[in-house]
């Protein structure tokens, strides 16, 4: 009988020479000369006192030729950048052109973009693939806004977040054009999430970094306080009704006249919720589009406490007039 012999194989060699197989062509290939499309960050640099009325895009697309190393770096570090300064002479003489003191228009050709990009040595930029720019100028103004939490938090169940949170700081204030300050009202934070929260927490987080290239804004820290309590009940009855924007000449009631609410909340705040907190309305000139003659009730109640349910459901609007005792119910086209 023959017997086959047996090989040993050495798989630490066998690796290591893999590996340096590897680190040998991608040092090959990271020395060789590639033309590729790249988007560019853009950085719109302004005078003092002046501030951009629109948001322009933050990249310009360019296609750049360069060695395999370089353009993986920008991937990694933006190394290519293309820096658009406008000068306060430029601003100037558009204001001359127009006669608009406040609002300027100056426009950015692709040839200026092309040698606006910074690049390392040895990279180079072939044609700037993004169309031309309109870059709407005004003067800088600021504002105090408040502050908005964004949150993703999930407590645990049989527990139940409250509301209001508190922030610290609670209002920031922001530089930008006038007409882009009119837009604005609040700021948003970084979204805060959380899961199975069964107890008080303060959380840190960070404004949002939107509008950044029209907006300055600070770089601060956020506190959030949220109160997270045991979820409770409370059953409320013999609310009265009350309709609100009626200016007619007859006598309207609600029918029924007093309904039950069920609220729902964190059990410190619904111990503290008396009855006469409770208010529940229907809108009289919701009857212009309802055809049934039946409204929905909304319920006010103390922040951080719902109303889950109202019975009953609905309620019909009852219009009496003043010289005669009969009761119609109300049915408006």
């Not at 009988?1 to 040993?8: E, G, H, L, N, Q």
């Not at 920008?74 to 300064?85: G, M, Q």
């Not at 700021?187 to 950044?212: G, K, M, N």
Request: aromatic fraction near 4%; hydrophobic fraction near 45%.
């Amino acid at each position: 009988m023959r017997i086959a012999p047996r090989f040993s194989i050495a798989f630490g060699p066998l690796a290591a020479c893999l590996l340096l197989a590897v680190a040998l062509w991608l040092y090959a290939s990271m020395r060789e000369e590639y033309s590729t499309i790249l988007d560019i960050p853009l950085d719109i640099r302004l005078p003092e006192g002046r501030a951009l009325e629109a948001e322009p895009s933050p990249v310009i697309r360019a296609r750049v030729q360069g060695a395999g190393w370089q353009l993986v770096n920008h991937f990694l570090s933006s190394a290519i950048r293309c820096v658009v300064d406008v000068p306060a002479v430029r601003i100037v003489q558009a204001q001359a052109q127009t006669g608009n003191p406040n609002q300027v228009f100056i426009p950015v050709s692709r040839q200026m973009l092309s040698q606006a990009i910074q690049a390392p040595v040895g990279v180079l930029v072939q044609r700037v693939v993004s169309d031309s720019l309109t870059l709407a100028i005004g003067f800088i103004a600021q504002k105090r806004i408040p502050i908005r939490a964004v949150l993703d938090v999930e407590p645990r169940e049989g527990f139940v977040v409250t509301m209001p949170y508190r922030l610290t700081p609670d209002s920031i204030t922001i530089r930008s054009s006038k007409t882009m300050l009119a837009r604005i009202s609040a700021w948003q934070t970084e979204p805060i999430s959380r899961r199975d929260v069964y107890e008080p927490i303060t959380a840190q987080t960070e404004l949002a970094d939107t509008l950044a290239g029209v907006v300055q804004f600070p770089k601060l820290t956020i506190s959030c306080d949220l109160n997270v309590q045991q979820m409770a009940e409370l059953l409320v009855e013999d609310v009265p009704v009350n309709i609100m924007g009626y200016g007619g000449n007859k006598d309207v009631s609600a029918l029924p006249a007093r309904v039950a609410v069920l609220l729902r909340g964190g059990i410190d705040d619904i111990a503290k919720c008396s009855p006469e907190q409770i208010r529940v309305s229907i809108d009289y000139a919701q009857l212009r589009t309802n055809t049934t003659g039946l409204l929905k009730p909304s319920v006010s109640a103390p922040s951080g406490i719902n109303a889950v349910h109202v019975q009953p459901r609905n309620i019909r609007v009852v219009e009496r007039t003043r010289k005669t005792s009969s009761a119609q119910a109300l049915m408006r086209p």
